[in-house]
């Protein structure tokens, strides 16, 4: 990571904000956030990928200069609703893109769920963007590549995912302290303490409420089957520089350790807080200043219980392939996402078991080519290869 400034004035220009996927949690939120400080930021971009209502809804309210809506079936009805107001409509995947390489932004929200959220971000970072990233599979699937790009350009990439924002939080100041290891937190998901047999029945409307956060479908899925922590270590690994014997996850069913940092003199720094992704949201944004805001605070003397206890992944066995896959490096990771997203999106159809998301995923990772240092090309060619030899399991 880049040395952390200690200025601590606050801008009095206004930074200009890219939403890509403004409608889904994260997006959302971020609009919170700029709605509550509109000294601070503007967005000038959102983006969705169906939700033509709320992406009008949402253009109406914060005038960006351009709004992309990725299904082009919707394009006539933005457009129509749109019509005179000074917001540039474009529609289609590769408005995603062009949206990403214009001058009217300064940081991108990577909002966007999934592989769908690398080549704007790829994009933004080549025209000198700094990203807060929430999509982490932009970074499982092609770390390497992201991370040298940013470098490249002298960009930052700050996280919003609040394990990696609290990481990132317990560095500064840290510059040249060496990690030793960090330790990401996993509230367990719904099914915590459950083994093998109860997960045979899972249904959709289980799997997706999570204990501690309200978040989009995907995730939701993937914190009940871990496989999101899985996904959350390959995305430490890139973002931190760590090797895998670095990266620690400790089940902590309360959320209020959001992730800690131990040094080599042992000393181990911890971010709290109350779950809100509000918080690593507007850290991103406003970094190096924090905001003051109205968020319920948490009270030690209410409640005193914090729990640890190592993780499952006998019964969880989407974390042990996700570990499996970091070790393994080079493609892996990236066949480890497509066949991830193709089983959680067929199990989202009630296409597919709870249990056999697994078996699809592990297939896929024993039936792709392995790469060992692909180029980009080969990360876009593995994930398709993969999506197709996953969906070929499902029939879908
Ligand atoms: P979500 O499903 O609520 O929203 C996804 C957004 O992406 C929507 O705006 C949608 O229109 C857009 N989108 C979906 N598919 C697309 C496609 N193919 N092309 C273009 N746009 C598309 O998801 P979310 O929960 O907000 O998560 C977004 C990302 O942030 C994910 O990568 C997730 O892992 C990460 N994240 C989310 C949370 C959270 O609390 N929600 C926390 C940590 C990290
Ligand atoms: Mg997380």
């Known amino acids: 990571m880049e040395p952390v400034s200690f200025q601590h004035t606050h801008s009095s ?44 809804e ?17 394009y006539n009805q933005v457009k129509l609703a749109l019509e005179g107001k000074d917001i540039a409509v474009m529609a289609g995947e590769e408005a995603l893109e062009e949206a990403a390489a214009m001058s009217c932004y300064e940081f991108m929200m990577a909002g966007i769920v999934g592989f769908a959220g690398l080549k704007p971000t790829l994009m933004a970072i080549s ?29 930052s990439i700050i996280p919003v995912d609040s394990e990696h924002s609290a990481i990132y939080q317990c560095l500064v100041g840290e510059d040249k302290n ?5 330790i ?14 109860y997960l045979v029945n899972i249904k959709r409307e289980h799997a997706i409420q999570h204990p501690n956060w309200s978040m989009g479908a995907k995730i939701s899925i993937d914190s009940s089957t871990l496989m999101n922590k899985g996904l959350e270590m390959i ?65 030690f003397t209410k409640s005193a219980v914090l729990n640890f206890e190592p993780p499952d992944i006998k ?20 066949i480890l996402n497509a066949a991830n997203e193709i089983a959680v999106y067929g199990f989202l159809k009630n296409r597919v078991g709870y249990i056999d998301m697994t078996e699809i995923i592990e297939r896929t990772m024993a039936t792709i080519p392995f790469i060992e240092n692909p180029s980009l090309e080969e990360y876009f060619e593995s994930d398709g290869e993969a999506r197709s030899f996953a969906a070929s399991m499902i029939n879908i």
């Open 235 to 299: 995305e430490a690994k890139w973002l931190f520089n760590l090797k895998p014997s670095q990266i620690e996850v400790v089940v902590h069913q309360q959320s209020i350790i959001h992730s800690m940092v131990q040094f080599e003199d042992g000393s181990i720094k911890a971010q709290m807080g109350l779950p809100d992704m509000k918080l690593p949201i507007q850290y991103a944004m406003a970094y190096p200043n924090r905001l003051k805001n109205d968020f319920p605070r948490y009270n």
């Open 58 to 74: 949402q253009a109406l309210e914060f005038f960006p200069q351009a709004v992309v809506i990725t299904d082009t079936n919707k």
């Open 178 to 182: 060496p990690i030793e290891k960090i």
């Open 184 to 197: 990401l937190t996993a509230s367990g998901g719904p099914f915590f303490g459950k083994k093998p047999n």
């Open 127 to 155: 025209n000198g963007k700094n990203i807060g990233l929430a999509n982490k599979e932009t970074l499982v699937v092609a770390g390497d590549v992201v991370m040298k790009m940013a470098a490249e350009k002298g960009i």
């Open 315 to 334: 019964t969880f066995r989407n974390l042990a392939l996700a570990i499996a896959a970091m070790h393994k490096g080079g493609n892996m990771p990236c």
């Open 13 to 56: 220009t206004i930074k200009t904000i890219g939403i890509f996927g403004s409608t889904g949690s994260i997006g959302k939120q971020t609009l919170d956030v700029i709605r509550t400080n509109p000294s601070l930021f503007k967005a000038t971009i959102l983006t969705a990928h169906s939700n033509a209502d709320l992406l009008i």
